[in-house]
């Protein structure tokens, strides 16, 4: 009898257990809200994470496109102040909620755009970005491994052949294998890759300064200005690079909801975002410049020689894959809370799978894609700098930054966030009004732009319009109409 | 996920958490005055340090 009893609360716990574990791993994956003792990442760890993120060869790319536009002395300029306002307006918009409550960015997207509104958005800046980023980068990892090959055989790169490809198919398909295995293989691989970047880049740093003096490197002119006005060359190289920062948007909320707190949600991304992202497109700049290449799958085995040339390659390759993993990771995590009911449904891995279909496409039909991805990266800002000034001005100026998880996870057909058949005109009118002025301001396809752009740059105009709209309107006719439970 | 009823305890379970964290005013390690005096501080030092001598 005792034994039957004994088994019976045996196989209770278990079952409760089990049950546990469930809704833990459901929480993870963004469908409730992280508790505090369930967060992985104190500071150090979210700063690894974030310096993995940042410092992958995206940033090579990005220095050397600015390389383009303006001098190392300028470009260097340019880096810093462009990153770290971008890094800066974009964590406050994105982190600060998500470190405080656990939530997943799209499900508290849906008290500034309603629960259909957060799908368009989610669509327009997650589906595009990052199916794009996922191309490019797999595109380069290709580059890479092609690059080495060639340097091991003695023969001539072929970066858009065959090898190419295949090498970034398999980088697309390697990555939504780690994925699929939650966010614990994602952690181990920043761990190790993240501090082992930083070592490279230092090492690809000395290697340029035992060729030139930083004098000499400074004193170099850009590889191709657009303009003969050296200040609107400047501007543009800015606005490349506020791009860069605000392009964070759509990533380091989902990130933010595994650390511990509010302020190890922030912080890190100074450290490690803005940091690593602006030495790893500084090192991009200096040895484009010195050597008169912008493409780092290049410059790399001109700077290096064959041996270093194969290892760096070879790492940067690899280290391209975790940044591949963390942005497809937080886009997945954001797709399972915007879908409907039959998207969540489908399994992690299936989901995953599907979500790499285009990426493939693209770096099988359009290898072209890599060579005008900053034109790509700076269209992405006329939305995600208007999407941060919404963020920051509905959660700190009109939310006094309380978020109700109650209203935010249950059922939205009849909730507080319904707003107009679950889309909020004013936030949806005011992300249009940051994106028209941007375009206004500045037009990425034409660098064609006001006289305000050389003093405004685009991405402030946009983020402040966006932000400013959407606190007018919001107090005028939201809470008469008992939208979106403003206080 | 939605109509199963465990599930729907366990979000009324997380969100009681967070509003009982609320009420007590024990948010652990939030953003004070400082941390924003302190961001935009450096973000101003940065810009205009760079400004001035890169442009």
């Given at each position: 009898m005792t034994d039957h009893i004994a088994h019976g609360t045996l196989v209770t716990i278990e079952a409760e257990h089990e049950e546990a574990a469930r809704h833990r791993a459901a929480a993870e994956r963004g469908d409730a809200p992280l508790l505090p003792s369930e967060r992985l990442w104190g500071f150090w760890e979210f700063t690894y994470a974030n310096s993995a993120l940042a410092i992958a060869t995206w940033a090579f790319l990005i220095g050397g496109a600015i390389g383009l536009f303006v001098g190392p002395k300028e470009g260097i300029a340019a880096i810093v102040i462009g990153n770290i306002v971008g890094v800066v307006l974009t964590a406050l918009a994105t982190t600060t909620m998500s470190g405080r409550y656990g939530v997943e960015q799209f499900v508290a997207l849906r008290s500034q755009f309603g629960y259909n509104g957060s799908r368009v958005v989610y669509v327009l800046a997650v589906v595009v970005l990052t199916m794009g980023w996922l191309a490019v980068l797999a595109m380069m990892f290709g580059r890479s491994i092609d690059g080495l090959m060639a340097l091991s055989a003695g023969e001539a790169a072929n970066p858009t052949g065959i090898k190419m490809i295949i090498a970034a198919v398999g980088a697309i398909l390697v990555t939504w294998f780690i994925v699929a295995r939650g966010p614990t293989?994602?952690?181990?691989?920043?761990?190790?890759?993240?501090?082992?970047?930083?070592?490279?880049?230092?090492?690809?740093?000395?290697?340029?300064?035992?060729?030139?003096?930083?004098?000499?490197?400074?004193?170099?002119?850009?590889?191709?200005?657009?303009?003969?006005?050296?200040?609107?060359?400047?501007?543009?190289?800015?606005?490349?690079?506020?791009?860069?920062?605000?392009?964070?948007?759509?990533?380091?909320?989902?990130?933010?909801?595994?650390?511990?707190?509010?302020?190890?949600?922030?912080?890190?991304?100074?450290?490690?975002?803005?940091?690593?992202?602006?030495?790893?497109?500084?090192?991009?700049?200096l040895a484009a410049v010195a050597l008169g290449e912008s493409d780092p799958t290049i410059w790399m085995t001109k700077i290096a020689g064959p041996v270093i040339g194969i290892i760096a390659l070879l790492f940067v390759a690899f280290a391209n894959m975790t940044s591949m993993a963390n942005i497809l990771y937080t886009s997945i995590v954001g797709l399972r809370q915007v879908g409907t009911a039959s998207v969540r449904a489908i399994s992690w891995g299936t989901v995953l799978f599907l979500f790499c279909l285009i990426p493939l496409g693209l770096v099988v039909v359009y290898p072209q894609m890599y060579d005008g991805f900053f034109i790509f990266l700076v269209w992405t800002s006329a939305l995600n700098s208007a999407l941060a000034g919404i963020g920051i001005v509905d959660y700190f100026f009109l939310r006094g930054q309380k978020l109700d998880m109650r209203s935010l996870h249950g059922p939205q057909e009849n909730g507080p966030y319904r707003f107009w058949g679950g889309f909020n005109p004013i936030g949806l009118f005011a992300l249009a009004v940051g994106c028209i002025v941007y375009v206004a301001v500045f037009n990425p396809q034409t660098l064609a732009s006001l006289p305000a752009f050389k003093y405004l740059t685009a991405s402030l105009p946009a983020c402040v319009a966006a932000g400013a709209v959407h606190y007018v309107l919001t107090r005028l006719f939201a809470r008469g109409r008992g939208w979106g439970q403003y206080p | 996920m939605e109509n199963d009823t465990a599930w729907q305890n366990e979000l009324a379970r997380r969100a009681r958490i967070y509003e009982d964290i609320e009420a007590r005013g024990r948010f652990e390690g939030t953003m004070g005055a400082l941390d924003y005096a302190a961001v935009t501080a450096l973000t101003l030092v940065l810009v205009v340090a760079f400004w001035f001598w890169g442009a």
């Open positions: 293989s994602i952690k181990f691989f920043n761990m190790v890759v993240s501090p082992a970047l930083v070592i490279l880049m230092v090492v690809m740093l000395y290697l340029i300064l035992s060729h030139h003096s930083f004098g000499e490197l400074l004193a170099m002119p850009a590889l191709s200005p657009p303009f003969e006005d050296k200040t609107l060359n400047f501007i543009v190289a800015v606005e490349v690079n506020l791009a860069a920062g605000f392009s964070w948007w759509p990533y380091i909320g989902n990130l933010a909801r595994l650390t511990k707190n509010e302020r190890t949600a922030f912080w890190p991304n100074i450290l490690g975002i803005f940091g690593a992202a602006a030495l790893g497109e500084i090192v991009g700049l | -």
